[in-house]
């Protein structure tokens, strides 16, 4: 078998893989490991879901696997590195989803700057306008760019920070992001939009020394793996009205129960994943991904190798 498709896509979608490689829908295999390991033996290509895990093990019981795609959530439930190891190139389409993203985003602004209120200088507790406040970017992401031509749209100042990526950097005054250090990103924020892709050593990358310097009245919307922000450090600064509120589109499991740190707290709140799951954005990514796949597994040109394979085609 050529590839086994886990994740719901467009009938077309299938339909297209199907008729150029031996393609299977199973997605009853999310819930089953053994069959999963045993379908893999002879698969070249998965389209997986978050819900399954890509580690070790899967790579180990896939033997002639060259490519993993995921056409919706983030890579927090891929094992990157293992892949890179096994060779082994993973397929996601983030541009896919950016619009959809960044219109959540603007949405869970508006709605947080709104209806969890301040007290003004003359004692009222009111709204504010995400025109008149200054929005702080986590990420230079695709969503990153369409949220920005959004926000100026508003009004908004926007600043931003990327790990990987020097302030002297021209894309960001190509995509009109005044670049700042973390500690200014977290200080200057009315609203900060988390947009970052994970890695293990981001962990924890805004904790208790950044958050002590907060700006007043600021609120949070985490778009990307909730694992950014310190589970504790977090809890505190919403707790003690540091942070106004928080809305993260998904979070950490356990975060909520009874005895955590997060339990309980009004101020905040989470859905299930919605900012890159629309129809638009869900047929996008699934084609983009397939197409991606498509490419990979085409035979190379009669008298050149296969090329190497790599890790991480977005």
């Known amino acids: 078998m050529t590839v086994l498709i886990l994740e719901p896509l467009e009938a077309d979608v299938v339909q297209w893989l199907a008729e150029r490689h031996d393609a299977r829908f199973a997605p009853e295999l999310i819930g089953d490991m053994d069959g999963l390991l045993d379908a893999l033996r002879d698969s070249r290509a998965l389209i997986a879901p978050p819900e399954v895990r890509i580690d070790v093990k899967l790579l180990r019981s896939a033997p002639t696997l060259l490519a993993i795609g995921r056409a919706s959530g983030g ?17 996601r389409s983030q541009a896919s989803t950016a619009s ?87 200080a200057q924020s009315d609203g900060l939009v988390l947009l970052l892709p994970y890695f ?38 919403l707790r003690s009205g540091k942070l106004r509120a928080a809305w993260f589109d998904s979070l950490e499991p356990g975060w909520l129960e009874s005895g955590r740190a997060l339990h309980g707290i009004a101020t905040l709140q989470v859905t299930p994943r919605l900012a890159g799951t ?32 790599a890790a991480d085609v977005y």
């Open 75 to 91: 890579a927090e439930n891929i094992d990157l590195d293992a892949c890179r190891k096994a060779r082994v190139e993973v397929v």
């Open 100 to 186: 959809a993203e960044a219109e959540f985003g603007i949405g869970a602004l508006l709605s947080l700057l709104r209806r969890v209120p301040i007290e003004g200088s003359d004692g009222l507790k009111v709204g504010r306008e995400l025109g008149c406040s200054t929005v702080g970017l986590l990420g230079l992401t695709p969503a990153a760019q369409v949220m920005t031509q959004l926000l100026h749209a508003f009004g908004s100042r926007v600043i931003g920070y990327d790990p990987a990526l020097h302030p002297s950097d021209a894309t960001w005054a190509r995509w009109g992001i005044e670049a700042v250090s973390l500690s200014e990103l977290v």
């Open 200 to 237: 293990e050593r981001f962990r924890g990358l805004i904790g208790e020394r950044q958050l002590e310097s907060v700006r007043a009245g600021q609120v949070v919307v985490g778009l990307s793996h909730s694992a950014l922000m310190d589970e504790a450090a977090l809890a505190r600064a």
């Open 278 to 309: 629309t129809r638009e954005s869900r047929v996008r990514a699934a084609w983009a991904v397939a197409r991606c796949l498509d490419e990979l597994l085409a035979p190379p040109p009669p008298g050149n190798k296969a090329p190497a394979k």
